[in-house]
């Protein structure tokens, strides 16, 4: 279905580009005020393996929907040319773009990021 995304999505600005494709943020054209994130994944430059860990991605990120510090996926759309990975906007960026722009860390940083982590990964596994 090429055009898809742009008949329910308007993209807004850039805030990140990687190898496969670019982060923007996105608004619903029928909820203007509504500011989401979409990863913008260019077909062309993804190999048959690639394409199946996006498709792969997108599963666990749905089953994952409900679980807290897990930013929930809102949207995937597939066209011929792109695909479309719309989630919750995290103003505060994603936890490795966090970690590396981060000089210094204590002890107390370390430990509670930590646990975030340990929590998900056993709420996850059960």
Not at 34 to 57: C, N
Not at 84 to 107: H, I, P, S, W
Request: with cysteine.
């Amino acid at each position: 279905k090429d055009g898809a995304f742009s008949k329910k999505y308007k993209v807004m600005r850039e805030i990140a580009k990687g190898s496969y494709g670019t982060v923007c943020t996105t608004s619903p054209l029928n909820d203007p005020e509504t500011v989401y994130a979409v990863k913008i994944i260019d077909r062309s430059k993804l190999k048959k393996k690639d394409t199946d860990a996006v498709f792969r991605e997108v599963e666990i990120l749905r089953e994952l929907q409900d679980l807290p510090n897990v930013i929930p996926i809102v949207d995937f759309i597939e066209e011929p040319e792109k695909l479309y990975v719309v989630q919750v906007y995290a103003k505060g960026g994603d936890l490795f773009r966090r970690l590396t722009e981060r000089q210094v860390y204590t002890e107390k940083n370390a430990r509670d990021i930590a646990i975030i982590l340990f929590k998900t990964l056993e709420v996850m596994h059960t």
